[in-house]
């Protein structure tokens, strides 16, 4: 289905592009803040691909190998989240 391809897409490259909004920043909160919105976005292609499983669009092969990578970016997300969090930095911008 199209509609779900582009839809996945476009959660896929959110992920990367929050990622890379929020370093930029230079602000510790605020990076946090953009690492959230990507693993939503992570989670999003998640539930994509339960749907595209559901629709017999991909294998149960497939569904699995990509679900993992999905939830293997969401854990390491998370981690540099909880890292940020505890680490005291600020960012460049608060030295």
């Given at each position: 289905?199209?509609?779900?391809?582009?839809?996945?897409?476009?959660?896929?490259?959110?992920?990367?592009?929050?990622?890379?909004?929020?370093?930029?920043?230079?602000?510790?909160?605020?990076?946090?803040?953009?690492?959230?919105?990507?693993?939503?976005?992570?989670a999003e292609v998640?539930?994509?691909?339960?749907?595209?499983?559901?629709?017999?669009?991909?294998?149960?092969?497939?569904?699995?190998?990509?679900?993992?990578?999905?939830?293997?970016?969401?854990?390491?997300?998370?981690?540099?989240?909880?890292?940020?969090?505890?680490?005291?930095?600020?960012?460049?911008?608060?030295?």
């Open positions: 289905n199209i509609e779900l391809r582009s839809q996945n897409r476009a959660s896929a490259i959110s992920v990367i592009s929050n990622i890379a909004e929020g370093f930029d920043r230079n602000g510790t909160a605020e990076f946090v803040q953009f690492l959230a919105i990507a693993k939503g976005s992570v998640g539930s994509q691909l339960y749907v595209a499983k559901d629709q017999s669009y991909i294998t149960a092969d497939e569904f699995d190998r990509l679900i993992e990578l999905a939830t293997e970016t969401g854990r390491r997300i998370g981690a540099l989240m909880n890292y940020l969090r505890r680490s005291g930095i600020k960012g460049v911008k608060f030295r």
